[in-house]
């Protein structure tokens, strides 16, 4: 099995940092995409940021400057650094990964739980 555990979520001001990171772990042979969703109350999840495993990365305008998405393939792990927050950042954040698992015929998608990010004005 694949678990995909968020951590970093929270309370911040607005113009306030947060590191968000997400570890994927279980029988995994590699991680390929790694992204960020959120999904704002009454909106729909939306794509916030995408990077490959070669490291190559996507932002949706409304970020592009503000955050930053890594990983580290040595953890399975992916991050995005938020600065400059604003209060229409606020949304459920939720990690995705798409993976090989360990003698699997093909890729699939897994997601976290949801971590709560509220930035305050």
């Known amino acids: 099995q694949v678990q995909l555990v968020e951590s970093g979520g929270g309370l911040v001001q607005a113009g306030g940092s947060l590191r968000l990171s997400c570890a994927a772990s279980?029988?995994?042979?590699?991680?390929?995409?790694m992204r960020w969703y959120r999904q704002a109350p009454g909106k729909q999840r939306a794509l916030v940021a995408a990077?490959?495993?070669?490291?190559?990365?996507n932002y949706v305008d409304s970020v592009k400057g503000r955050f930053t998405i890594s990983r580290d393939n040595a953890k399975n792990t992916v991050y995005l650094q938020m600065n400059s927050l604003k209060p229409e950042d606020t949304a459920v954040y939720y990690c995705?990964?798409?993976?090989?698992?360990?003698?699997?015929?093909?890729?699939?998608?897994?997601w976290g739980q949801g971590t709560q990010v509220t930035v305050s004005s």
């Open positions: 990077i490959r495993s070669g490291g190559s990365t």
């Open positions: 995705n990964a798409d993976l090989w698992v360990v003698a699997g015929p093909s890729t699939r998608d897994y």
């Open positions: 279980g029988s995994i042979f590699r991680v390929n995409a």
